[in-house]
């Protein structure tokens, strides 16, 4: 390659990187975060605030503190189920009935009262001997339910933590390797284009033209192959948030 063709290859390139440069700033105003040349990890909420949305939005998180509010529920429920055995009962009774209370009579009915025909009230209590004994050992029991719940809920969050961690720290990374495959590829297409025009004119051979042929292809395959686990762990990422990344966007 002549000193000129070099300059000239050399000025191209430049111009167009800095071509690129500028629609990379007007591409920055877009709702789009998948753009290889815009750096994702300045766009988005750091990853403590994508962990604490993620987990206000997780269902298995509202499933977990659901089931953890059931069981408080059962405590309160287990510490008054030993009034089940105490009734209140208010009726109309006919006929004589005997009585503790009242003016005591004479004679052989004493020291009852008769009561005729009327209404009564009164409390019926009734306590089982294994409701009473077992009392303490239930009420201990639906505690630990209760905490067991409770640490369920953080297991849970702690796996969907490293979850979102691993999600991110890959999706940065790839985002990252496509932008420099973008970038080596946009480099690539003018090297080939200008060995095209050079082999055309006759002045390198066709081996030379073949082989920049050659690096092209291996560019985007590298391209689309990064792209693609990019937009994976993106995509897994919005998933595991459930929300859209696009409207997370850092103020």
């Known amino acids: 390659m002549s000193k000129l063709m070099k300059s000239l290859y050399k000025l191209i390139v430049a111009l167009l990187l800095f071509a690129t440069q500028l629609n990379v700033s007007a591409q920055a105003t877009r709702d789009s975060v998948i753009d290889p040349m815009i750096d994702i990890e300045e766009i988005l909420p750091p990853l403590d605030s994508l962990i604490e949305i993620g987990l206000r939005n997780n269902p298995l998180q509202r499933l977990e503190a659901a089931q953890a509010d059931a069981y408080r529920w059962n405590i309160h429920y287990v510490k008054k189920i030993w009034t089940q055995g105490i009734g209140v009962f208010f009726n109309y009774s006919q006929g004589d009935l005997p009585y503790f209370v009242g003016q005591l009579q004479s004679g052989p009915a004493a020291p009852f009262t008769t009561i005729y025909d009327g209404y009564r009230t009164g409390i019926d209590i009734r306590l089982s001997a294994f409701d009473y004994l077992g009392y303490k050992g239930r009420v201990n029991q639906a505690k630990a339910q209760l905490m ?104």
Not at 208 to 225: C, F, G, M, S
């Open 148 to 251: 067991v719940a409770k640490h369920k809920k953080d297991v849970e969050a702690l796996i969907y933590k490293q979850g979102v961690v691993d999600m991110y720290t890959n999706m940065i990374g790839w985002q990252k390797i496509f932008k420099a495959r973008n970038e080596d590829l946009f480099v690539q297409q003018i090297a080939c284009a200008v060995a095209e025009k050079e082999f055309k004119e006759g002045t390198i051979h066709i081996s030379e033209y073949a082989r920049q042929k050659n690096i092209l292809a291996i560019a985007i395959a590298a391209k689309e192959d990064s792209e693609k686990y990019y937009i994976n762990f993106y995509e897994r990422l919005q998933v595991m948030v459930n929300v859209k990344l696009a409207t997370l966007k850092r103020k």
